[in-house]
């Protein structure tokens, strides 16, 4: 069993990595122990690690799931995949696959807990010398409890945008005094890492809108202003719209610029935007609003 303090530390595939992912850090020896008892069923033989968390496998007798060549699933964990899938997540998956090959290997004792069978396979936590493979696997930062982690982490920004969204919750808003993120870290994680995907992708200049909409919420005005700026150089009505707003009145810690505000707001106006045209008219004197237009 390879014990790596953190995987970062370690990692040689060229790709910023987990400690960022809001997944648990805590060392393998601090596990909690799990206790077995005869009845659970035992693995008798480890035929194929298939990858990390999918398995071929002897159950000893006399238990009922006893059998040869059984299909075995870790429960509720999802490792990354190393039979097919994009090549960085190939290559983590294929280390998980021999980190947990060794640890099989050299087990004394590997128990079934909380056990589901289907047609195809056991799912079960797999209990090796006491403790669980699984949340091992997933204090390393081998493993996720998020189901298709792996394919938005490393594969997809689109479904890393996708998981970014459905993070932020049902009702979606673009009214940074309405936002109420489902999960506003875990959202913005996923958007921050579709951006590192594909840093030219067609979704960024929604996705750094909506990142300074949840850097608000955090009231990390720095951040917000940042992601606000980054949006609205890439052409977002709202986010342009939102920057001419913070121009006109001084906010968000820019000092009060009636040029730069009328130039972001004539861009928003230019992308489709309603309103913003009546917002810059509307400052202006009385005298001076019924003449003005972009």
Not at 25 to 33: D, F, G, N, V
Not at 144 to 164: M, R, V
Not at 204 to 212: C, D, K
Not at 243 to 266: F, I, P, Q, T, V
Request: hydrophobic share 35%.
């Amino acid at each position: 069993w390879i014990d790596f303090d953190h995987v970062d530390d370690q990692w040689a595939g060229g790709v910023w990595f987990l400690s960022n992912c809001k997944q648990i850090a805590t060392s393998i020896s601090e596990t909690t122990k799990v206790a077995t008892s005869d009845d659970d069923p035992t693995v008798s033989k480890v035929i194929e690690v298939i990858q990390g968390d999918k398995f071929i496998v002897d159950i000893a007798e006399p238990h009922e799931l006893a059998g040869s060549n059984i299909n075995l699933v870790l429960r509720d964990i999802d490792a990354p995949d190393a039979i097919r899938s994009c090549p960085e997540q190939m290559e983590l998956g294929s280390k998980v696959k021999d980190i947990v090959t060794q640890k099989l290997a050299d087990a004394t004792s590997i128990k079934l807990k909380n056990i589901r069978k289907t047609s195809k396979a056991v799912i079960a936590q797999v209990i090796v010398d006491g403790k669980d493979l699984g949340e091992e696997l997933v204090a390393k930062d081998y493993a996720s409890k998020e189901y298709g982690f792996w394919k938005a982490y490393f594969c997809s920004a689109l479904t890393a945008t996708n998981s970014g969204m459905a993070s932020m919750g049902i009702d979606i808003t673009y009214d940074i005094d309405s936002i109420m993120p489902k999960d506003t870290d875990k959202a913005i994680f996923w958007f921050e890492r579709a951006i590192v995907l594909d840093p030219d992708g067609s979704n960024n200049s929604e996705s750094t809108f909506r990142l300074s909409l949840l850097y608000a919420v955090k009231n990390n005005d720095i951040k917000s202003l940042e992601y606000l700026n980054k949006s609205a150089s890439l052409g977002f009505k709202q986010a342009e719209e939102e920057l001419g707003k913070a121009y006109l009145y001084g906010e968000r810690g820019l000092n009060e610029d009636k040029s730069e505000a009328k130039y972001w707001l004539k861009k928003a106006h230019e992308h489709g935007s309603d309103s913003a045209e009546d917002i810059y008219c509307g400052s202006l004197p009385t005298a001076k609003q019924n003449t003005c237009s972009f």
